[in-house]
């Protein structure tokens, strides 16, 4: 499950516990409900009313006898227009609404005979909206279905969208070298290489913070990353310290502390706060919920960050030498989006003459790049976000399955398989990954 989908469920189920547990809680009352229309299918063994509405609805049903019928009451709703009784059928008579006292529409199906009830709502599908369906099964008929069931239309898979972030710009040089090269120009180049080879990657897709030597505030630049719904941020930089033997690459996520230190930020603003990337708001929770949903949301973003910045890291070490050979943790501003993965990438210390030479380099800025790449590519093998074309690209082995039997299901050959996955054997352990190659191989 991806964390975006994490973070939704949990919401959920937290927003009961806390409502149960937080007598007087505030929270913001449902948006109002239009009720456009109704229309009746039937069939020899049901009726289905659908009640067409402009949003989701709560909603309770009910019987009632002498006369049957059945009791609709539509939470903050009402109707602009008088509702069309449909025609009589084998089990309905008529369709009777009124408006109730407390801002709530009451709809009144009347019955021929008695009949049992159950509703559900449906998402948006097609030219179709929000729409509000009761069954009605006669209880002594036969509890067999007659309408296809309901499926709601799934978006078509989408492509991973990585943010990349060339550090400083505009009035904003950064470090500065030996003889005089500035931060801002070679991280620049090698975000824009490593935006080149996003865009080759089949399910990948690229967005630059900056383009050309621009400053953007920090804050700016982490508001971009979640307007843009990213999945990964990279930030692109180079390091400087005053004892200029001092070389290699380093990579850095998110400390706790500077965690909890946006957390308070978040929460002391909320009211302005826009949606979590996973559909969950703070502005209409209280206190404790939403410090709750927040710290959940930061910590899944921190160990993915984690996970990610160690695989980049690792690739790194094939290009020259690291500073540090694990991933470091810091409070550095642009890794504090709170739910969107983030790590920044000090590629060299741009204050030690070797390091600058090598930053100059368009053949090493490239290299860099491909590491870079590499690593994000090993972490979304793994991690693929669901809906995504990435996560349609995996398969998970099942007990018998063969590499040419895998292969044939995917219409690639076994030997592009083995490369993608650097397999060496033919044995393909249960509940293995594979990942599936775009290229089809030869």
Known sequence: MGLRERVRRLAWGLGLLVLAASAGGAWGAPAEVRVGGLRVQESAERVRVTVELSGPVDHQVFNLKSPDRVVVDLRNAQTSRRLDSPPEGRILSGVRSAERGN?????????????????????????????????????????????????PAEPPPRNVVVVIDAGHGGVDPGAIGPTGVQEKRVVLGIARELQQLVRQERGMRAVMTRTRDVFLPLRTRVAMARRHKADLFVSIHADAYEDRKVSGSSVYALSPRGATNEAARWLAERENAADLVGGVKLDDKDDLLASVLLDLSQTGTIEASLNVGDRVLRELRGVGELHRTSVLQAGFMVLKSPDVPSILVETAFISNPDDERRLTNARHQKSVARAILAGIRRYFDD????????????????????????????????????????????????????????????
């Open 103 to 151: 801002g709530d529409l009451r709809l009144v199906l009347d019955l021929k005979e008695p009949a049992r009830a159950r509703t559900f709502l449906l998402r948006p599908e097609g030219s179709a909206g929000h729409r509000l369906a009761v069954e009605l099964e006669p209880l002594q008929a036969p509890a067999r279905a007659s309408f296809p069931p309901v499926r």
């Open 383 to 442: 991690y693929a976000p669901p809906g995504t074309l990435l996560a349609a690209r995996r398969h998970v082995i099942g007990q018998g399955e063969s590499l040419a039997a895998v292969a044939a299901r995917y219409q690639v050959t076994p030997d592009a398989l083995r490369a993608a996955n650097g397999l060496r054997s033919e044995s393909l352990p249960v509940g293995r990954v594979l990942r599936i190659p775009a290229d089809r191989g030869s």
